[in-house]
């Protein structure tokens, strides 16, 4: 799905941009793209079926466990084609593409999760992400903005060891409004993880982020569409939903969705950010 003509209905409410840089494609750093994952140089070995650790209060809707918050496990996966950063030396450089989760909306100074992400896994950072896209989401006009798969080619110019992929919200709230489709988003992601296939680029996905209760089917067959893309692709897949990284309603401040969402109930509060880049560095450490 290409640029969205002019003629487009209004796009439904979105995560929203922030000041956060897609300029940024020139510098060495990270890649995060709707979830590509950098993991920390260590064990070469591949996990390929675990359970990444659930922090205090929130439900792992896959196993049913629970743990410390910010503590580390391993995490649900399919069979990756590459993983780790192992034989890596030197400033690790990570990409990220994605929505507004990862371009700080919400968090102090326009710093969030991808900031906390890069701090975490000590990674040099190149941040695609912007507010307002997705998979197939090219984000709200005017915005010069464009959908994840666009992004491909200044990711790979940008030659990072690691990209990391986040998101499918906007994705989601487009479907529902008839703007897209699930096969545009099957279709884009392909396009995307091959381009990054291509160019040899090992990569994480994350699957869609809920913050509101128990997740509408249509939100979980988008996540179990970017699930069957990232197994095809053979790259490592992580499940917030399935994990339970946010449990309870913010709607009626309940679980840790209280603490960590705010009133907007969609974008993370500084301590979500926080919260969820711990979560994600875990997740890529124990992929080995």
Avoid: C
């Amino acid at each position: 799905m290409g640029r969205t003509p002019a003629h487009r209905a209004p796009r439904p409410r979105r995560l929203t941009p922030t000041a956060a840089g897609a300029a940024a494609a020139g510098a060495v750093a990270f890649v995060v793209l709707a979830q590509t994952v950098l993991l920390p140089a260590g064990d070469s070995s591949v996990a390929t079926a675990a359970t990444a650790a659930t922090p205090e209060g929130a439900t792992d809707r896959s196993a049913g466990s629970a743990g410390s918050e910010g503590s580390e496990g391993d995490t649900e996966m399919a069979s990756v084609r590459a993983s780790g950063l192992a034989g890596l030396t030197g400033p690790v450089r990570m990409a990220l593409v994605g929505d507004s989760y990862l371009n700080g909306k919400g968090a102090p100074d326009g710093k969030g999760m991808g900031d906390g992400l890069a701090k975490r896994l000590d990674a040099e950072l190149v941040n695609f992400a912007e507010g307002g896209t997705g998979w197939a989401d090219d984000g709200p006009e005017p915005t010069e903005t464009s959908s994840y798969d666009e992004h491909a080619p200044a990711v790979v110019a940008a030659d990072p060891d690691l990209v990391v992929v986040a998101g499918g919200y906007n994705d989601h709230a487009a479907i529902n409004a008839g703007l897209e489709t699930y096969d545009e988003v099957a279709v884009n992601a392909r396009r995307l993880l091959a381009d990054l296939a291509d160019a040899d680029v090992r990569t994480v996905v994350f699957g869609p982020f809920w913050v509101n209760g128990d997740p509408p089917d249509s939100l979980l067959q988008l996540r179990d569409v970017l699930r069957r893309e990232a197994d095809r692709a053979e790259v490592a897949w992580v499940d917030p939903i399935a994990e339970g990284w946010i449990d309870g309603d913010r709607r009626d401040m309940t679980g840790n969705a209280a603490r960590f969402i705010r009133v907007d109930r969609i974008h993370p509060t500084g301590s979500g950010h926080r919260y969820f880049a711990k979560r994600m560095a875990a997740s890529i450490r124990a992929l080995g």
